[in-house]
Structure formats: structure tokens, C-alpha cells
């Protein structure tokens, strides 16, 4: 399990998707849960807000993201060992991120004279605490959710490819061929990237996730199974 919580307008949160890849639901169950706190609970616009993502099939679907608190008041109607290992997890991982943008923060001061002082100092130091100052904020940068255009163009991308793909080799391309093809695909991209899914995606790897697009062909396990589907539909006709 990894990525459990992600920072969002420097906030540790996660999102609804994550909770129900992990807890093992139905998104929709999820999001069901989630709708049905918002009757009972006053501060729900505190711990609870919306957002969009495209699903496997590029279509924009409605999420929620959630604070600490948030998770743990949905987090409470779930039981199990399972469930209980994944709201430590989770817990765990909520801690360290909320450190991580603790240890990141800079302070400002209100004093000019101290923030020359300041300015002056961090000038003077030494080449090896600069370059480890950059090389920190590479990390730090490269480790940032992926931008929302980048990722709503990788969904894109994906889309046409499939298309491509199925054009190409004149395939049927029916519901259910497409669907191979997009699980072929997106499978490459988790891969190829260290992550479980496409909403896990960082900065770092936009560049290496449009290489694979370009040149992914489909297994050969899949154009057997895609062929097989091929053959069906000829015995039916």
C-alpha cells in the first residue's frame, strides 16, 4: 500500500477512490457512505470536499477528498482484521505526510531587517548545503501529485491509443475488446511507474508513462483473448 495520503492545496488528505481500492469497495459504496455522514455532521465541509478524476475510460467521475478526521469518521463503520490493519496504515501515513508539509513550511519574518539577515546568510553557505537544498526541493517537486491537465492528457492519450491499436489490426473493438485493452494499457502505465493505480501518478513520472503510451503494444495473452471474442462473434452471425 503505498501513496495512502497525498498533499492537496498543502493539505494531507486522501480520497475516496484510494479508500475504496484499499478497503476493497465498490467506489460508489464509498461515496454512498460518505453522502450519508454529510446528513449528520455540521462541520462535514471541514473534513469532506468534491473533486473530479477520469476513471480507466477517461470519463470524469465524481470523488471525494478527505482530511484525517474525515477518514477516520468513515473509516469507523468499516470493521474487520483487514480493515483495521488498512486504518493504521492510514493513520500512520496521515502522520507522516502532515510532517513532512510541517518540515517544509518556511516562515517569513515580519522584520525586514531579520529577513535580509536571513537572506544574507542562506547566500553565504557553502556549496554542498546548496546543492542539498536543491536537491531536496527536486524531491519535493518530483513527488507532487501530477498536474490535472498532464493527467487528464494521459487519459486522453491512453484512449487513442487503444483506438489505434484496435484500427490498426481491424479489430471489432466491442465493449468488451476495449476493456481488455484499456486493463492491458493501464497495467503497463502501474508498472512501468512503481504504482497501483493511474491516480497515484507523480510528476516524476509524466515523461516516462508518455514513452510507454507511445510504444505499448497489447500482451499476447490479450490478443488472444481479444481474438477468441472475435471468433464468438462470428459463430453467432
Known amino acids: 500500500m503505498t ?4 498533499m492537496k492545496d498543502h493539505k ?15 467506489h460508489k459504496h464509498v461515496m454512498r457512505d460518505i453522502r450519508e455522514l454529510e446528513k449528520d455532521v455540521s462541520n462535514f465541509g471541514l473534513m469532506f470536499f468534491e473533486g473530479l478524476e477520469p476513471d480507466y475510460y477517461n470519463r470524469d467521475r465524481k470523488v471525494y477528498y478527505m482530511n484525517r478526521k474525515g477518514f477516520v469518521l468513515l473509516a469507523m463503520g468499516y470493521n474487520g482484521k483487514k480493515a483495521l490493519k488498512f486504518k493504521s496504515d492510514y493513520i500512520d501515513a496521515f502522520d507522516q505526510m502532515e510532517d513532512h508539509i510541517k518540515s517544509n513550511q518556511i516562515q517569513i519574518p515580519k522584520d525586514p531587517f531579520v529577513a535580509l539577515k536571513l537572506m544574507f546568510e542562506a547566500t553565504t553557505q557553502n556549496k554542498e548545503e546548496v546543492e542539498d537544498v536543491k536537491s531536496r526541493v527536486v524531491d519535493l517537486e518530483e513527488n507532487i501529485a501530477i498536474d490535472p491537465g498532464k493527467y487528464n492528457y494521459i487519459g486522453r492519450r491512453i484512449s487513442q491509443k487503444v483506438r489505434q491499436v484496435g484500427k490498426e489490426r481491424n479489430w471489432t473493438m466491442n465493449k468488451e475488446q476495449a476493456a481488455l485493452l484499456y486493463k492491458d ?14 491516480s497515484q501518478l507523480r510528476e516524476k513520472h509524466f515523461d516516462k508513462v508518455m514513452d510507454l503510451i507511445d510504444d505499448w503494444e497489447p500482451s499476447t495473452a490479450t490478443k488472444m483473448l481479444i481474438h477468441k471474442l472475435d471468433d464468438v462473434k462470428d459463430l453467432q452471425i
Not at 501513496?3 to 497525498?6: E, G
Not at 480520497?15 to 465498490?26: I, L, N, P, Y
Open 185 to 198: 494499457l493501464n497495467k503497463a502505465v502501474a508498472e512501468v511507474s512503481g504504482v497501483r493505480t493511474r
Open 3 to 6: 501513496n495512502l495520503v497525498i
Open 12 to 26: 494531507a488528505v486522501t480520497t475516496s477512490v484510494k479508500v475504496a481500492e484499499d478497503f476493497e469497495k465498490d
